[in-house]
């Protein structure tokens, strides 16, 4: 796995804004199916408003702890979990870790207020496929699941930036 920072330069590489070819690759793939977890009502609406912006995404699932999510991410089977890390009775690493064992498809993307590189480090090692910082959720979250739905992994450069 590459270190926060080499991910972070080669993600300036690839570029935040989506070229033609990954707009075209996007919009070739077929509904992706979410499930959401969150703990905070008002962040999972947003993320549910935002995640309407764009037809070809369909929230499967919501739910607010981290059993929960295993639970869900087991039975639905969705092609992407948008997982926090600050969840009640397991945290959203020890999820992702079960998350990847019951439904081994599924991309995980994080999407955490922790801006501490090391909590990014241990949610990539646990499974995840990217790591979004809610503060700039607003605009990274749809180039994020764009990239992990195109096997690319994303960091936010809040978080990849960041000294080590």
Not at 68 to 95: F, M, T
Request: aromatic share 4%; hydrophobic share 50%; proline share 5%.
């Amino acid at each position: 796995m590459l270190p926060l920072q080499q991910l972070s330069q080669h993600h300036r590489s690839v570029n935040l804004v989506l070229n033609s070819k990954q707009e075209q690759a996007i919009s070739t793939l077929s509904l992706v199916r979410i499930l959401v977890v969150d703990d905070f009502a008002d962040w999972r609406g947003f993320v549910l408003a935002k995640l309407r912006e764009n037809c070809s995404l369909q929230v499967v699932g919501v739910v607010s702890d981290g059993l929960e999510a295993i639970l869900k991410a087991k039975e639905l089977q969705p092609d992407l979990v948008l997982l926090d890390i600050g969840l009640p009775l397991l945290d959203g690493i020890g999820a992702a870790r079960q998350i990847r064992e019951v439904a081994p498809k599924s991309k995980i993307l994080f999407l955490s207020q922790e801006l501490d590189p090391d909590v990014a480090r241990a949610a990539l090692n646990a499974g995840g496929h990217g790591y979004v910082v809610k503060l700039d959720a607003d605009r990274e979250l749809f180039p994020a699941l764009e990239a992990v739905m195109l096997g690319k992994k994303f960091v936010s450069p809040r978080v990849a930036d960041h000294p080590v």
